[in-house]
């Protein structure tokens, strides 16, 4: 009834009243809500306390053993009971549109009568039923506040519900996020970003990121934001973890997407995830609540990042934190939707370098490159970002006890210049990431041996040749420098050694005179 006296021709009176619509089912002093399309069941009473005891019982449970073991299974008494309740309350109509989620959170007091305006029960006393129908915390039904409650898990209590306006599936949670903000009807999905990037300025939660795409998006590639509620379906058992793994660094929404200083990389370990990037979200599932969540995400420019497989998440276990380092600088994370953004990350390794070494000549988990923001470590790769100007300088480790080697590539304008070198042989300069290629170029040019390196116990050369880059598309092309190395020993001297020339000089004139 409350939209009764709102003048819907009014965009001014309309938009003060959605956003003053949470308060006014807050401030009431009780609330009716009519199902016009359920009967209660002759069969029993959703107040007798044995059907509230039935639900409540197994939500002591869940919140009191968090780990890793599986609830009780159900008693044929108790899956009748709630067959019975799937069938009638759970189908109502009101449980699946997205304005009567805050209709049901919002007051204090609610009672609900069924299509006969028959009363069945009250909000608070019926809270285990509609937590097990809607997926809203108990303690909320029951009064508790909202903001002791994550943001992702907020989101999706409102994901697999509906509205008939696409805006209205963001317009309808303000309230329940806290949020004030103009209605532009006719942006259409761009809405829920809007609700997302004002959470995120009024919040530092960051579970609204633990979102996973629904089935049917293959899109590799996509910003931070989710495009509707019902991607937080797998947010519903979030929480806190006991303790925080990672101290919580700044962010905040800038031109270039999301700035953080919370992005780690992964230094060692396995090949698959050595040189990756995540973003800690310090979330856990309740049920496992040891596995804080992590996103995963892709370079595709100077410090610029784009959600990586977005259909999964990781945890903890899964990356082995104990080898990840904190990102010294500010990144980037792409918090705008595009069609494109897929082809941008492909197209920021059209020309790149990739570096392929020796695993037994060197440690591969003591790489370390400039420009920083410019290599994908993953894969040992000078990310060309489609530029016409840009240069590397990549550093390895042997396994012996000598420095290691340093690999330097310049390109400009499709004239290229690289070389392998001792890692002493280089000017201390090289280790600055504000270098421009010709100052580069112009160091190259000075050192007199730029194709091979000796380094004790190891002879290393450098070859160039083009190269598909693989593990993300078949087409995209760059070049390879590969690094052959060979044991000093099993190097055929190209010289003969004094002494030996000698004898055969002497024993060729001995010959002669006799």
Known sequence: MDTCYIDKSSSAELSEAINSMFAWYRDAAVCYAWLSDYVQDGAFSLTDDAVLDSFESRELIAENDRGFRDLPPLTSKELDLRNSI??????CKWFSRGWTLQELIAPKHVEFYDRDWNLFGPKTQLAPILS????????????????HVLVGRRMSWAANRQTRRVEDLAYCLLGIFDINMPLLYGEGEKAFTRLQEEIIRS?????IFAWTAVLGDKRAFRSLWASSPSEFKSCQFLVRPALEWNVRGEYGIASGGLRTTDMIRIVRGESSRKGSYFL???CVDARQKKDIRFVSLEQYGPSLFARRKPWLYDT???IDVSQASRLPQPQYICSRESPNLEAMVLSSRVGSVQIDFSVEAFDET???AQPESDW???NSILLSYRRRHFWGCWRIRTMADEPGVCVVYVQSDGWLLYGIFPWHVLPASMDRADLLPSQVTNMLQKLPVRSSARCPPWHHTVEVSEHDLGGISSEIYGTLLRIKSRKTSEIPSSRTPVRTRLQRLFKSNYSKVK
């Open 86 to 91: 799937g069938q009638g309350l759970k189908k």
């Open 376 to 378: 994908d470590l993953r």
């Open 316 to 318: 903890v276990v899964d």
């Open 280 to 282: 800690p979200l310090d």
């Open 366 to 368: 003591s790489i370390t």
């Open 203 to 207: 919040s530092n939660d960051l579970s």
């Open 132 to 147: 097990w129908i809607t997926s809203v915390d108990s303690a909320v039904l029951r009064g508790g506040p909202l903001d």
